[in-house]
């Protein structure tokens, strides 16, 4: 099977190799088996068996076509690990057998003064992303990791330690790198205090790499059933964030707010417990607009920013900080078809911390 595609070199063609996967076919229908095509591995590129796939709540959000501009059908997934099949002729990272990983992105244009810098996720052309992003190589769209196999430009392939457990190891590549990435940014280390905002997929990852990093970490929580957990992955402190005694007792207090709440919140609660050059930092996505007061922020110059992921090279460094760290995910491990209700259960927040598809299960 191949297909011929138009590419600057002139027309090429493109052999395919037909694979299973679980998508969607519209915004209303659940997820199901499908198969789709992979091209077979080019020079540079890297086959994976998928071995473990995370479940992010952006892939919630494209499969229901929540963020619109969602193309189907639609196979999500970009907390990728497994192990290499094949690779190109002039691949030199990678061999058969070894383990890789791929993350929310597979490529960028790699020329824009972003990309040079290592900060592909910004890219000035837009970052190819992992599942629905238009597919230089087939024409149509990229899917993503629920799926049997994968094939990735090795420039987009991660090494992953050994010493990790691989099925905890895949949420690294989203909730990992989404909370690493800031966390460096803003200098989170020794002498610092540091608050998480939100316990789930995102916090409490955050949570431990800003413990691995040596800062003070507080958590704020709606929930009081979350102070056990919360401690147990090593705050220093606990705060039921509707209790404004608890509250007061931080105003000022922060060197940094890492906010992973995608509920409606008052983020000027949160402003006001920063520190003078404190920053507040947002990697949840609320769906509405967030009032922020000027007087949350001038009396005391906080900023308040926000941060998409992390760049090739920082994704890397996150996956050996962890493997140094020994830092995982807290996850559930689930079935291919179990991902309907697995979502549901997304929708409540009932997951600790993170859904993990045995991709073993789709392969049966
Ligand atoms: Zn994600
Ligand atoms: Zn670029």
Known sequence: METVRPTAEGVTTVKLKEVRAFGTRAAEAPLESLSINRRKPAAHDVEIDILYCGVCHSDLHTA????????????PGHEIVGKVVSVGDHVKKFKAGDLAAVGCMVDSCRECDYCKEGLEQYCEEGNTGTYNSPDSHLGSHTFGGYSESIVVNEGFVLRVPENLDLAATAPLLCAGITTYSPLKHWKVGPGKKVGIVGIGGLGHMAVKIAKAMGANVT???????KFEDAKRLGADEV?????????????????????????????????????????????????HPLPVAAFSLIPYRRSFAGSLIGGIAETQEMLDF????????DIEMISMDQVNEAYERLLKGDVKYRFVIDMASLKT
């Open 322 to 329: 962890c493997g140094k760290h020994n830092i995982v995910a």
């Open 64 to 75: 229901r076509n929540e963020w619109h501009g969602t193309v189907y059908p639609c196979v």
């Open 219 to 225: 958590v704020f929580t709606t929930s009081q059933s």
């Open 239 to 287: 705060v039921l964030s509707t209790d404004k005694e608890q509250m007061n007792q931080f105003r000022g207090k922060l060197h940094f707010i890492l906010d992973a709440v995608s509920a409606q919140h008052n983020i000027n609660t949160y402003l006001n417990l920063l520190r003078v050059d404190g920053s507040l930092v947002l990697v949840g996505a609320p769906e």
